[in-house]
């Protein structure tokens, strides 16, 4: 085997073997440099592996040399690939913020088992989002969400420690319900391997253990991405934890859940099965409209500008299974694209607020006041992103909205259409909030404040920039989301057919 | 009968509120599990879930014990929302027995389809006569590394949480356990045994049940046992808290790097048949490595999360 034949497994074995060696440095600098080369290596990686799949197809690696379903496969596809790039420029890019942040947050004894954490939880979200095998699934999941309950209860607010004990329970019972399905699954077809379960399902899927699997499964991921109302956990999770880790768990750790839930979905129940003889495509609609009101709406309310963009990942992410329930090929792929998309907005809004409390040392609103002039840089990516967040045209926002809105228009769904553009219209108020008091709010006393350091701007910056492009060019987001469909779709057509052939 | 035994354990363990009392209806309520697994001939599960569900569990859930109060405050919340919870959930997993497989059935399909190749075939691939070894560490080989990853992460993140304490001995000639000559004379005999019955479940894993997880927790409670005797001073010094952190990682480097090597040797990662002149050699060498690799990493986390909770001082003795 050539180099190039291991990139799938390079992407997870290397911040694999970082993370241990992290927790060895005394000093957290050292660490921290190490986790940076290693996320950076990952990405790089990551690029090289989609451009290998866009140009040869579907990439297989065996695990111990072992033929799949005997063996463990990982698998990657253009929406792997797709979302493993995701995962992995956030990572990179959001420790490349993270050192100084880090420090103010953090005392020097914990940073570098924080920093081998951190690679952990990164190593567990790119396998989860890899993997051609359900059980493989559930041990990176493990692994992802174990360092993240323990990052989260880093933050400096003693709060912090209560948000991550909720979202320990939440997240175990999620875990908990994504094993009990995977067991029903296996316990139907005896075996493990994604694309072996998708060809011997349609046989047994009339039956009461494959139903009850398929809920579990769904109410499981439902939990770890916070669809409404599951979402409980997840605000006081982002408020309290460390800036860098809100930054890359709001702008990865559902993602990767959703796609998962997209996998199991599409690609072992087929889309027959999951989105036309289940009535889940309705509940999905339902769920995302109310989370996308009700979240938006408590968002308007909130005084901690982190805990405003907390609730709106969770309408965010309401956005995402509106998508999915459509069950159309623009509905989901506006879904997977908005994926993408919301990586990149709330990824440069925490930075941004990270750099913020960095430098005033909160991020509730009143704090804010007169920013725009003091920290004008770090004030305008705020703007920059929001707007992306609202779906002003010209910024990555409005592109998946836009074609959210075409998906429910192609079905007629008028009423749909207009929630969508009411639900942009409340995150204009609240990121209008938040803008009005940075830019005509007067300067509270006491409060200093100067532009955040430039090894903290150039990744904002970067993603904001991102942003904008993704916003005027849409051959690559939209391509490789339609792409990643259409991937998906036919072969969850061809499963419907075999099912309506058998009696 | 078993199975009501757990679910009165169960219940006893919920309505009781002296957590002394529910720690140890836990230990019971592992063992009975690890007596049904033994029933259903899943031995290797069985062993695991007696060393770490009764055994270390409680030993560990004991040690935090000690740094709260021992009866549970008396609870306020409305409980009909959690219980519709388990009701529902209750429901759906009986919902879903209907149609599963009949139980010991021999079509059903978890026989039929990928285990006919692990019986048959792996004892001439892997070469090893224990199958569930050949298949947890090399069918199966990633997964396992993955779980020991978990391992380590859930170390560390009790180091995050609570650190451990190093440099002030409080329990310096202070014993845990009252002077008892008796007891500290047959716990010195024992410790050997403990270690040697250790080192024999950690390589005798190929052939019968155990492996580096199951060796891993006994060797760990070896020191635990002298921890809990002797005195915490004495106990690190044997084994000091930063060679601990140094152990872990090292049992992960031997896992991933025995991976590595392979893909060196041209094959794909954790392909163990590249490290031999034969497959099976290689197999059976890799096996070995790895399995060392787990038992390392899991001795050490345990023995760290010990240390970190019983190193903690107790609210009274703060003052």
Not at chain 1, 456 to 484: C, K, Q
Not at chain 2, 11 to 27: Q, S
Request: proline share 4%; hydrophobic share 55%.
């Amino acid at each position: 085997m050539s180099f190039s034949d291991h990139f799938p497994v390079l992407v997870v074995l290397i911040p694999l073997l970082a993370a241990p060696l992290a927790s060895l440095f005394t000093k957290g600098r050292a660490a921290w440099a190490l986790a940076l080369a290693a996320t950076w290596a990952s990405f790089l990686i990551s690029c090289l592996l989609l451009k290998q799949v866009l140009t040869t197809g579907t990439v297989r690696y065996y695990m111990g040399g072992w033929k799949p379903p005997w063996g463990i496969e990982y698998r990657v596809d253009v929406l792997g690939g797709f979302v493993l790039l995701i995962v992995t420029a956030i990572a990179a890019l959001v420790l490349t913020f993270g050192r100084r942040s880090i420090k103010s947050d953090l005392p020097e004894g914990r940073r570098s088992i924080f920093y081998a954490a951190f690679l952990l939880c990164f190593t567990g979200l790119a396998g989860m989002t890899i993997t051609g095998d359900a059980f493989n699934v559930f041990v990176f999941l493990e692994i992802s969400s174990l360092s993240s309950y323990a990052l989260i209860s880093m933050g400096r607010d003693r709060r912090a420690l209560n948000a991550a004990f909720q979202y320990l329970i939440m997240g175990s019972i999620g875990a908990t319900f994504i094993l009990i399905g995977i067991g029903f699954l296996y316990m139907m077809t005896g075996t493990l391997n994604m694309d072996d379960l998708a060809q011997r399902l349609p046989a047994v899927s009339d039956t009461n253990t494959i139903r009850a699997g398929f809920a579990f499964l769904t109410v499981g991921f439902g939990l770890k991405l916070a669809l409404f109302p599951l979402h409980l956990w997840l605000p006081n999770a982002y408020a309290y934890a460390p800036s860098a880790v809100s930054a890359f768990l709001a702008a990865t750790a559902t993602k990767v859940a959703i796609y998962s839930l997209l996998r199991f979905l599409l690609g072992i129940f087929g889309f027959g099965f999951a989105l036309g003889a289940m009535p889940f495509d309705m509940i999905l609609i339902g769920l995302g409209l109310a989370a996308i009101l009700s979240a938006s709406l408590v968002a308007v309310f909130q005084k901690n500008v982190k805990r405003m963009l907390a609730y709106s990942s969770v309408a965010q992410v309401g956005y995402i299974a509106l998508g999915i329930g459509l069950a159309s090929q623009t509905g989901l792929s506006a879904a997977v694209l908005h994926l993408f998309n919301h990586a990149m907005m709330k990824g440069a809004l925490f930075m941004a607020l990270g750099a913020i409390a960095f430098r005033i040392g909160s991020s509730r609103i009143e704090n804010l006041a007169g920013l725009g002039k003091r920290m004008p840089f770090t004030m305008a990516a705020i703007a920059i992103a929001g707007l992306s967040l609202i779906g002003i045209p010209g910024t990555a926002g409005f592109v998946s909205k836009w074609f959210l809105v075409l998906g429910t228009l192609e079905q007629g769904l008028w009423p749909l259409a207009a929630l969508i553009l009411f639900g942009s219209f409340l995150a204009l108020i609240y990121v209008g909030r938040i803008l009005e008091a940075a830019y005509f709010g007067t300067p509270k006393d006491g409060i200093e404040a100067r532009e955040a350091p430039i090894g903290m701007l150039i990744p904002i910056w970067i993603l904001v920039i991102a942003n904008i492009y993704f916003g005027l060019h849409t051959d690559f987001s939209y391509g490789l989301a339609e792409r990643a469909v259409a991937d998906l779709l036919p072969a969850a057509r061809a499963t419907v057919d075999a099912a309506e052939v058998m009696p | 009968m078993l199975l009501t035994c757990l679910a009165i354990t169960a219940l006893v363990a919920i309505r009781r509120n002296d957590l002394f009392a529910v720690v140890m209806l836990f230990g019971i309520y592992s063992f009975l599990t690890a007596v049904l697994f033994m029933n259903l001939h899943a031995v290797d599960v069985a062993f695991t879930e007696a060393a770490v569900g009764a055994g270390i569990s409680t030993v560990l859930m004991l040690s935090t014990l000690r740094l709260t109060k021992r009866y549970e405050a008396a609870r306020r919340r409305n409980p009909i929302l959690p219980l519709l919870v388990v009701g529902v959930t209750g429901a759906a997993l009986v919902y879903g027995m209907l149609d599963a497989p009949r139980f010991g059935d021999p079509m059903a399909p978890v026989h039929q389809h990928m285990a006919p190749r692990f019986v048959q075939e792996s004892p001439t691939e892997v070469g090893v006569p224990n199958m569930v070894t050949s298949v947890l560490a090399s069918y199966r080989g990633y997964d396992t590394l993955g779980e020991v990853m978990v391992i380590f992460t859930a170390g560390l993140a009790v180091l995050l949480l609570l650190g451990i304490r190093e440099g002030q001995n409080h329990r310096l000639g202070r014993l845990a356990i009252g002077d008892t000559l008796v007891l500290r004379v047959v716990v010195k005999v024992l410790i050997a045994f403990i270690m040697l019955y250790a080192l024999y479940v950690q390589f005798h894993g190929d052939f019968g049940a155990g492996g580096g997880f199951q060796a891993g927790v006994i060797f760990a409670t070896a020191f635990v046992i002298y921890d809990l005797i002797f005195g915490e001073a004495d106990a690190r010094r044997v084994m000091p808290t930063h060679w601990l952190g140094r152990l872990a990682a090292m049992g992960i480097f031997l896992y991933a790097g025995t991976g590595v090597a392979s893909m060196f040797l041209g094959h794909a990662f954790l392909d163990y048949s590249a490290l031999g002149h034969d497959p099976v050699h290689g197999q059976h060498l890799g096996i070995l490595l790895i399995e060392l690799g787990v038992g390392i990493t899991v001795f050490a986390v345990i023995l760290t999360i010990f240390h970190a909770f019983s190193g903690m001082r107790r609210p009274d003795q703060v003052s």
